[in-house]
């Protein structure tokens, strides 16, 4: 699945993460609007605070949601590095998004624009609507999947102690030593917590 795709066209807004001066974190929403298999791309104008946050870090995370409730919802978080492509791009997404002529009517209004694009980074896919949940992690531009999660090591006695506390019961016997299936694990950290052989590990 192209998840960056997914997070344009079917979630668009997303909540963007920077931090300012004093390292504090600062939010707000923009709007993704085009990727491809370089990364996401998204503009915003150079009188802003956001502006600043990015030119001074070169880094931002976000996520982004689809769903009327928890249980139906589809989280899609992506943190990475950006850079500042400038205004050549800026006609080909007031393109693919129309809208943007509503707000930025005239050539002149849109002197400020500047487009930014994630280019290096990590994202997670995260399904609440599937029983078990469908989790996957995904990379951006040539960035290197980090290995997350709770793993099993070579010390598990097969005691089956996790199982009762795993909520999705994501933990597969079949084999030894036990192995925790990622794409539907919560890392909530109960297994970590409740091992008596201490044979399970967290990543990343």
Known sequence: MN??????KEIHTVVAATTDGEGLPVTCAIDMMDADEDGLYFLTAKGKGFYDRLKKDGYMALTGVKGEDTLSCVAV??????CELGKAQLPRLFEKNPYMNEIYPTEKSRQAL???KLYNGNGEWFDLSK??????SFTVGKAEEKEEGYFITENCISCHTCESVCPQACIDFTTTPAVIVQTHC???GNCFAV?????IEKRG
């Open 195 to 199: 091992c008596p052989a201490a044979a």
């Open 114 to 116: 500047t487009v930014f």
């Open 131 to 136: 029983k078990p949940i469908e989790r996957a």
């Open 77 to 82: 978080s992506v943190r990475g590095k950006v």
């Open 3 to 8: 998840y960056l795709k997914y997070l344009t």
């Open 186 to 188: 919560v890392h909530c």
